[in-house]
């Protein structure tokens, strides 16, 4: 668990910026779904600059509907320190949430510009899954989204260790402190317990989806297609790995809110898929 990256001094004033994991992850995940989104826009004759452009909104629409699904979530440890509400950079954002706020910025963006909506959405999913790939070394450096006790025999376990603040009160990592408000630790001990390195199975399963999302493009039947495989393929991979995950509660029908949340993006992905196919039957050119 690396927090802080490093530190920026700044001359003549004796302070330093700290530059967080999570938040510098954000940046590059955005800035590699710009790259290689701008590439795609171009071989699908659309200006990569309009692609450029609509990123900006997107990131920090995204982000808003992130942290706005997470507090809601979690607003038991929100609700007496509102102020923390704004502390992205220790982690803390809601997939979901973030693509919801996304898709419904990059419509907005496309009627204003005049752009294929659909098609713009397909070039900005075929790129997404890179950048919340980014983003998942950027929770497992931050220590957030850890994952359930596992064996200490599991080759890949993860251990995260305690951290304490300026006055010596320890104020982290969040696996520990989780586990130390359970009892299965003490002040004492140095570390967690070993846990699923759950960042780490979203990262490969991200890179997993963008190849498959890759590979698909050049199949798509119709505008649309490559976006609803994406939901399709992040919802399944996304429930798996909430299986081994331990931040997030259970509701009260034995899943998590990410699970539930799969389950209806899932069966809207095929269903809209599968309608999607039937109505262009016979047909053989991209619609």
């Known amino acids: 668990m690396i927090r802080t990256l490093f530190e920026i001094p700044i001359p003549y004033f004796g302070i330093t910026i700290p530059i967080y994991a999570y938040g510098f992850m954000l940046m590059m995940g955005f800035l590699v779904v710009i790259y290689v989104a701008r590439n795609k826009a171009k071989a699908e004759g659309i200006n990569p600059e309009d692609i450029s452009n609509m990123g900006l909104y997107t990131v920090f629409a995204g982000i808003m509907g992130g942290r706005?699904?997470?507090?809601?979530?979690?607003?038991?440890?929100?609700?007496?320190?509102?102020?923390?509400?704004?502390?992205?950079?220790?982690?803390?954002l809601v997939f979901y949430g973030g693509l919801t706020a996304s898709i419904i910025t990059i419509v907005i963006f496309a009627k204003i510009r005049k752009l294929p909506a659909l098609k713009t959405i397909d070039i900005v999913a075929y790129a997404f899954a890179l950048g919340v790939a980014c983003g998942r070394i950027g929770c497992f450096l931050n220590g957030c989204c850890w994952g359930d006790v596992c064996s200490p025999d599991l080759l890949w376990a993860v251990s995260f260790p305690k951290s304490v603040d300026a006055n010596l009160m320890i104020d982290g990592s969040p696996a520990f402190l989780h586990h130390l408000g359970q009892g299965l630790v003490s002040v004492s001990d140095s570390h967690s317990l070993p846990v699923h390195p759950t960042q780490i199975y979203s990262f490969f399963g991200n890179i997993s989806i963008f190849f498959i999302v890759k590979t698909f493009f050049k199949h798509r039947r119709r505008d649309g297609e490559v976006t609803l495989m994406f939901c399709a393929l992040y919802s399944v991979m996304r429930f798996t790995v909430e299986i081994f995950r331990d931040d997030n509660p259970l509701l009260f029908d034995g899943?998590?809110?990410?699970?539930?949340?799969?389950?209806?993006?899932?069966?809207?992905?095929?269903?809209?898929?599968?309608i999607g196919r039937i109505k262009l039957k016979g047909q053989t050119k991209l619609s």
């Open 68 to 92: 706005i699904f997470y507090v809601i979530q979690n607003f038991g440890a929100y609700k007496n320190n509102l102020l923390d509400v704004f502390k992205i950079y220790e982690g803390g």
């Open 255 to 274: 899943m998590t809110i990410s699970q539930n949340a799969s389950v209806l993006v899932l069966t809207a992905a095929v269903a809209l898929f599968v």
